[in-house]
């Protein structure tokens, strides 16, 4: 159970029939009101600065070993570099190459709290990365509260504005491009990307940076127009292209292989500023993971590195078709059964995972042939502990598990909120609820 003293005066004050912040309505923020489908806690995650601050420097140390993978690993040779991961080689191809700078820090992992620290279950990288649409709206509906606002100025609490930190490092990724002044953005999809992944996200991420003074254009990859003279987007000249695309969106569709090849090719020579690059892409990869965590493959690290690592993420093996080494790694997360879950290469949003402890032997067996065979991460269970919360209905207390994202840009973390479940359900449980994270200083931590 959290140990924070904050978080217990919050559950303390909702449990009174009277509290004023039990008649809060995340639903009262207007871009809140349009997520039909998402159910909210009662109250936000509570942490202490100290700890947050601590998890970012590994966190950003993290993601800076895996942006430095494929040099340390593969020379920086792209095509082994797919090879590796059992990536489509055509993806290579519109790579093209990595960069001599590591591309502008942006992501989100997804982390569990074991009761002892924080542990990353996986990273997520680049300009396709979701869930930003409530995250800051989330946070201000409760500061906006009065007597939460109250609560809140008592014990310090404050949180970090996710989309005015996202805002800021777009007109620092797009100043080259237009000093001076405030870019032109072109947010853009993949051919049909919006009727799949636009509602209650695209669209409200694009309000949300508008809020924020941006000028933002939205549409799919067909609508870009590349030329020597510059970038076009709906017939308006844009300054930073944001790429909601991934590379599996447009290496099957000859058109928008030809614009985002141009697409790479104008930022490379300074035309335009795109969010992300695409070598992003292959960053975002599970198998990495297991580069960093399997003592057979991280000879490429410090010992510093290596704690930096065992600090933050769970034993984590790579089941490679055809790798040397594959019938023991199967062989020994057969053995770990009840302490592993299973993650397939291609999979995303919790789809295709297999938790050994919910399955049988050989339920688990299966699941790990077809690993073998198509790819896939095993990985530490994480048991994330309980997060009490008062059910504001009936006045008890129930436990509730918490899933993390957390974002991070240039500057360092930015913002983030939580997918809860109830104690014990699994990640993809039809009740879930949002919460936001707020934090408060405490002992050891720098004044924010």
């Known amino acids: 159970m959290p140990k924070e003293p904050v978080s217990a005066l919050l559950n303390a004050e909702l449990t009174r029939p009277d509290s004023p912040l039990r008649s809060i309505d995340p639903r009262r923020h207007p871009v809140l009101a349009d997520l039909k489908r998402a159910r909210y806690l009662p109250r936000p995650l509570v942490y202490p600065e100290s700890e947050l601050r601590a998890f970012e420097a590994d966190l950003l140390g993290a993601v800076e070993l895996l942006t430095t993978l494929p040099a340390r690993l593969f020379d920086g040779d792209v095509e082994r570099t797919c090879q590796a ?40 990288v680049g300009g396709s990365v979701g869930g930003q649409e409530w995250v800051q709206p989330l946070a201000e509906m409760f500061w906006a509260d009065d007597a939460f606002r109250e609560f ?18 777009l007109r ?43 000028d933002c254009l939205i549409g799919e990859v067909h609508e870009l127009e590349v030329t020597a003279s510059g970038v076009r987007f709906q017939g308006r000249r844009v300054d930073l292209v944001y790429r909601l695309f991934d590379l599996d969106q447009v290496v099957d569709d000859p058109d928008a292989w030809r614009t985002t090849v141009r697409l790479r090719d104008a930022f490379r020579s300074g035309q335009v500023a ?45 089941l490679v078709p055809g790798a040397a080494g594959l019938d023991e790694v199967v062989a020994d997360c057969r053995e770990r059964r ?39 991460v095993a990985q530490q269970r994480v048991v994330p502990r309980e997060e009490p919360v008062v059910n504001t209905e009936t006045g008890l207390t129930e436990p509730w598990d918490a899933c993390l994202g ?28 949002l919460a936001p994270i707020l934090l408060y200083p405490d002992q050891g931590a720098e004044p924010h």
């Open 85 to 124: 991961l059992g990536l489509d080689p055509r993806k290579a191809e519109l790579v093209g190459g990595f960069e001599k700078q590591s591309p502008p820090r942006f992501g989100r992992i997804d982390a569990y709290h074991d009761g002892e620290a924080l542990r990353v279950l996986e990273f997520n």
């Open 406 to 433: 957390l974002y991070w840009v240039p500057g360092g973390l930015g913002g983030g909120g939580g997918r809860l479940v109830h104690s014990g359900e699994p990640a993809d449980a039809t009740d879930r609820r």
């Open 152 to 169: 809140g100025t008592a014990h310090g609490l404050y949180h970090l504005p996710q989309t005015t930190l996202l805002a800021g490092a």
């Open 274 to 318: 795109l969010w992300a690059p695409l070598e992003c892409d292959l960053t975002d990869n599970k198998r990495f993971l297991a580069y960093l965590s399997d003592p057979r493959l991280r000879g490429h690290m410090s010992a510093d590195e290596r704690a930096l690592v065992d600090r933050v993420l769970p034993w984590t093996r790579a």
């Open 172 to 214: 620092a990724a797009a100043a080259p491009v237009c000093p001076g002044r405030d870019p032109v953005i072109a947010m853009v999809e993949g051919t049909g990307g919006l009727d799949l992944y636009a509602e209650g996200s695209w669209y409200l991420l694009r309000r949300l940076l508008e809020a924020e003074g941006l």
């Open 338 to 376: 009840e302490h592993l879950i299973l993650k397939p290469d291609g999979g995303f949003g919790g789809q295709g995972i297999t938790c050994g402890w919910l399955v049988s032997d050989e339920q688990w067996a299966d699941a790990l042939r077809r690993g073998a065979a198509e790819g896939a």
